[in-house]
Nanobody, 124 residues
Framework: VQLQASGGGLVQAGGSLRLSCAAS????????LGWFRQAPGKEREFVAGIRWTGDSTRYADSVKGRFTISRDNVKNTLYLQMNSLKPEDTAVYYC??????????????????WGQGTQVTVSS
């Protein structure tokens, strides 16, 4: 599976962005998917994840109520809708795929495939 993240950019605080992650590979629909982010000088952290069926999602406390993860298994695409953005959301955002698919794990080491990252910058 190859993942290609896009949709990042510069936005003012309170604004919105939608990230996309296009995947290649026939088994995409069976994988759990996640978004992680890494700010300068900080460790990579879990943002949101979605089970392969799309019926179970999980969010970091810092983004609950503001971000929404979704997937389209026909288009082989993962999305992250980010609303009410804050300067502390500034980071490189990565999409990732976990072959097990059945459980949304928050640990980056569990994920087997990673996209290249897309920069999100939120100005105050």
């Amino acid at each position: 599976v190859q993942l290609q993240a896009s949709g990042g950019g510069l936005v003012q605080a309170g604004g919105s962005l939608r990230l996309s992650c296009a995947a290649s590979g026939r088994t995409f629909s069976t994988y759990a998917l996640g978004w992680f982010r890494q700010a300068p000088g900080k460790e990579r952290e879990f943002v949101a994840g979605i089970r392969w069926t799309g019926d179970s999602t999980r969010y970091a406390d810092s983004v609950k109520g503001r971000f929404t993860i979704s997937r389209d298994n026909v288009k082989n695409t993962l999305y992250l809708q980010m609303n009410s953005l804050k300067p502390e959301d500034t980071a490189v955002y990565y999409c990732a795929a976990d072959r097990t698919g059945y459980y949304v794990d928050t640990r980056s080491a569990v994920y087997d495939y990673w996209g290249q990252g897309t920069q999100v910058t939120v100005s105050s």
